[in-house]
């Protein structure tokens, strides 16, 4: 087991953030179903319950990939090929996992939270001491970096845009010390792939892709703040 902690700062609210990553989800959701074959079926969708967190929301997904996938890995694969999602929403924390429809021994898990403060909280998950241990705390900036192999762009660029609506932006050097609000969304990442002589390197590579993912959805929710913000 691999485990990460990412910790993303941006310049909303806790519950600004919300209402951005709603609107996230579901461009997403609508922009991932074009794909003929692909496309993200709900599959449950109800309220929940935790003795901790209290009233929340339980959503099952199946969010099907295959035709993205290289014809080489499809020819290896079942025709019908999905990652199952599993979610409990109880904002600001929020708990994750997703499985593969034909990799039964392999599992990730994000248990997330969102805290009004810049990425400096040391334990905003409560982990055990054993659990920290094992953790790597990893900052990421949306101003300065980019999910690997993309092509430069000036309107993904954090370090330019300014919102019309919030007069927030652009990123510039130190600006998660200086800016109001501000608030970091803690996501501690655990991947599991439990084949013998292959563990290391796919736990690897499952972090890099969800890297990858982290940055460019946090750079849009940002970059796409007049669309969602007032709503």
Known sequence: MLLKEYRICMPFSVEEYRI???????????????????????VVNEPCQDEQHGDGRYTEKRIYL???????????????????????NYYPVTITEYTCSFLPKFLIQIDSTYINDNGKTHNALNYSDEMLSQRD?????????????SEYKPEQDCTK?????????????????????IMCSYKAVK???E?????????SAVHKAILDIIIKGHKQAFLWMDEWYGK
């Open 195 to 203: 084949v013998w002589g292959m563990q290391t390197k796919v736990e």
């Open 66 to 88: 295959t035709s993205r996938l290289p014809g080489w890995v499809q020819s290896m694969i079942p025709r019908v090929f999905y990652i199952t999602e599993k979610a409990w």
């Open 161 to 181: 845009f300014k919102s019309s609506k919030t007069g927030r932006g652009p990123l510039d050097e130190g600006w998660k010390d200086r800016t109001e609000p």
């Open 20 to 42: 951005g990553q709603l609107y996230m989800i579901a461009r997403h959701s609508a922009e991932e179903s074009k794909g003929e074959g692909d496309g993200v079926e709900v």
């Open 137 to 149: 705390v990893v900052a990421v900036d949306i101003a300065t970096e980019d999910p690997s192999n």
């Open 191 to 193: 991947v599991f792939f």
